[in-house]
């Protein structure tokens, strides 16, 4: 089965995301923290992770362009709601996100982000 990481420092969201997400066809997991989801990539390789920009600790683009290097198979998707020029092209040119999305950004939107980017890993394999 496939694997979803979504990392978040708002644990709201978090919960959000994951009543909505419950019933798709993939395991979904969430972590806080860059830190933690750096823990979690090295026990275990995601086959998708979304990442918020802004939190405590290392950002968003850090932890994207960390696991771009490291699990290069992984879709990243980046969600922020303070989006400016050089994050975007840290997280296009270093982290080569699949997708960008702004908050306030609808659970169905990211729903179908994470789909779409599924999809196109599945296409590559």
């Not at 979504?6 to 978090?14: E, G």
């Not at 939190?55 to 932890?63: I, N, Q, R, V």
């Not at 992984?74 to 270093?94: C, P, S, Y």
């Not at 999305?101 to 779409?116: G, M, Y």
Request: glycine content about 4%.
């Amino acid at each position: 089965m496939l694997s979803i990481l979504i990392v978040d420092d708002d644990v709201n969201l978090l919960s959000g995301l994951r009543r909505t997400l419950h019933s798709q066809p993939y395991d979904l997991f969430t972590a806080n923290s860059a830190e933690i989801a750096i823990d979690m990539f090295r026990r275990k390789a995601f086959d998708l992770v979304v990442v918020d920009q802004k939190m405590s600790g290392l950002t968003g683009s850090e932890l994207i362009t960390w696991i771009a290097k490291e699990f290069p198979e992984t879709v990243r998707l980046m969600l922020t709601g303070h989006a400016d020029v050089n994050m975007m092209m840290d997280a296009i040119n270093k982290g080569k996100v699949f997708r960008f999305l702004t908050k306030p950004c609808h659970s169905v939107d990211i729903a179908l982000a994470i789909l779409e980017g599924l999809e196109s890993k599945l296409q590559l394999q």
